[in-house]
Nanobody, 128 residues
């Protein structure tokens, strides 16, 4: 059974930083991609970033470019999202997701319904 567990969320002041982690278990993810999405109350789940396990592709939502960095540690089956210069509008529940197929065109990674597994989410709150 695949399990994704996010951690690292919390309360931070505007301008601060957080590093989210997503630990995957239940299978070895050497193919496919991992994504981060976020969802604020009353809003749709929104793409934040994605990375192929091969490391050759990283993608970012326009509103986080230059502020976030996604990375992965294959040995630990873990994906990270480093978030800097946080703003109050970044407040949301952040979800980690796994796209298990290999060879998928990167354009699919922006779509929540292309992911097979999801974590339970971690709350990020940015105070002004």
């Amino acid at each position: 059974q695949v399990r994704l567990v996010e951690s690292g969320g919390g309360l931070v002041q505007a301008g601060g930083s957080l590093r989210l982690s997503c630990a995957a278990s239940g299978r070895t993810f050497s193919n496919g991609a991992m994504g981060w999405f976020r969802q604020a109350p009353g809003k749709e789940r929104k793409f934040v970033a994605a990375i192929r396990w091969s490391g050759d592709t990283t993608l970012y939502g326009d509103y986080v470019k230059g502020r976030c960095t996604i990375s992965r540690d294959i040995a630990k089956n873990t994906v990270y999202l480093q978030m800097n210069s946080l703003k109050p509008e970044d407040t949301a529940v952040y979800y980690c997701a796994a796209h298990s197929l290999s060879g998928t065109h990167y354009s699919y990674y922006y779509r929540p319904n292309e992911y097979d597994y999801w974590g339970q989410g971690t709350q990020v709150t940015v105070s002004s």
